[in-house]
């Protein structure tokens, strides 16, 4: 917390000092020089919240607990995902419902960070419930469950949905990548 306070302290410093250096300098510098500090300023800018960006998320989700669940989608899909939730050791972490524009981008091969929270070490469980319409258009549900283990670096789980080689019913599988370092 001291690290991000440091970071923030020097951020305004620089705004500050930025709008001081460019009021004084503005009337001896031609505008052209100015875009070029300005555009100089813009880059550290970025760069410090970049940097501001990553340290939150050390903080908020650091290594030795960090679990996170995606979810994909293969383009031959004839599942019509509707809904979806994530339980994790019982208690519901996140819930999303699926808007057409979503699932076209899943369909393309787009993957979504569904999850991303903290969790103790040991074995966890997990129970995804996907809920849509199948190719003949009867509604469908379907429960996924399963286990891995948190371990001192962070774990990343992909859910993805399929269909069978008939097309006709959907399938659900589990794709565990393991520790992330």
């Known amino acids: 917390m001291i690290h991000l306070t440091r970071l923030f302290g020097n951020f305004v410093k620089l705004v500050v000092l930025t709008f001081v250096a460019s009021t004084l300098h503005a009337q001896e510098a031609s505008q052209s020089e100015l875009d070029e500090q300005v555009n100089v300023l813009s880059a550290q800018v970025d760069d410090l919240s970049r940097n501001i960006a990553l340290?939150?998320?050390?903080?908020?989700?650091?290594?030795?607990?960090?679990?996170?669940?995606?979810?994909?989608?293969?383009?031959?899909?004839?599942?019509?995902?509707?809904?979806?939730?994530?339980?994790?050791?019982?208690?519901?972490?996140?819930?999303?419902?699926?808007?057409?524009?979503?699932?076209?981008a899943l369909r393309l091969g787009g993957i979504q960070r569904f999850w991303e929270g903290n969790v103790s070490l040991g074995v966890h469980s997990v129970d995804a419930e996907f809920k849509g319409t199948d190719a003949k258009g009867n509604k469908y549900s379907q429960n996924v469950t399963f286990n891995f283990e948190k371990t001192l670096s962070g774990h990343s789980v992909e859910l993805a949905v399929g269909s069978t080689e008939d097309s006709l019913m959907p399938s659900f599988t589990v794709k565990d990548w393991g520790e992330k370092r």
């Open 55 to 104: 340290l939150e998320q050390e903080l908020l989700f650091p290594p030795l607990t960090r679990v996170q669940v995606y979810l994909s989608m293969t383009p031959d899909s004839t599942f019509r995902l509707r809904s979806m939730m994530v339980k994790i050791d019982g208690v519901e972490k996140s819930y999303h419902i699926y808007s057409d524009s979503d699932l076209a």
